[in-house]
């Protein structure tokens, strides 16, 4: 006989749930990508799963099972949005069942009656202060070594506003030395722009590149104690990070991540009356409500009302 044993049922299984995940996965930029999976872990961990993430059984879940989980997130107080974007990546590893065939339709129907959970949470992240950034540039001028090479970074990301995903992927052709113009290839959804640098911002990336060379390759690269760096080796995203990190504790001010200065990026745009069209172009945004999203005007606004609010 032909039929399938136990175990080679089962293998073949995970190998088609494995397949399914990383279609869905590989289909995203890598910063969704990173997130995406976070919340996928968080709800198998809710599913009482273990194991490999690509190895746990996605087709199994039915609508039941999603409801549960939509549940258990709202009891642990989780954000309407954390909530809803864990169920888009169900959703999005269960469609790519579905469009493959694995999944079954009348599943795939029931579970889009599932709806989202309503709310509005407080904004993420916070607009920093100018004294703050000023203290970051400080401290990047107190190290000798690899300060101008971060002080660059953060030109980047004060003054253009750049993802953090899209600032490791630039290339040293990416600016224009002549006239201030970085090109953005590796945007969000592939989405390209150009900006001019204010001149402030050229400064920086003037006093990196003297160290750098002009030579071909990524425009920011780890660098050695001894100075030593291969320019065919980006920094990654998550490195960016941890730089930020870094210099923010030598700076002294709280906690700030990249994301934090694309909130401050769009709303110094908008202070300085720049239009909502405009602000989300430079900033990369497909949707104006993406923008509006950043914009931190009506919470200085409302700090302002409460401080000099009296009876």
Known sequence: MNDETTSQRHAHQHSGFCNVLTLYLDNLAPSGRRSMRSLLQQAATLNQWSGSLEQMPWLTLRYEHIAHIRAKLRHANK??????????????VLKAGFL????????????????????KSLPAG?????????RLFNACERDPAQGVRDAAILALLTYAGLRRSELSRLAVTDYARRNGLLSVREGKGQRQRELVL???AR??????????SYSPGVLFCPLAKNGDYDLSRPLSAHRVYGILQHRAKEAGIAHC??????????????????DFNTASQLAGHEHIQTTVLYDRRQSKA??????????
Do not use: C
């Open 302 to 311: 409302q700090r302002q009302a409460m401080a000099n609010f009296y009876l």
């Open 203 to 212: 400064s920086y990336l003037q006093h990196w590149l003297k160290i750098r």
């Open 198 to 200: 204010p001149k402030v």
């Open 126 to 134: 916070r607009q920093l202060h100018a004294t703050e950034i000023t």
């Open 257 to 274: 991540s990249p994301h934090d200065f694309r909130r401050t990026f769009v709303t110094r745009l908008l202070e300085q009356g720049v």
């Open 79 to 92: 954000s309407p949005n954390t909530i809803n974007t864990t169920l888009a990546a169900i959703r999005g």
């Open 100 to 119: 493959s065939g694995q999944f079954p339709a009348l599943e795939w129907q029931r579970i889009q009656s599932i709806e989202r959970v309503t709310g």
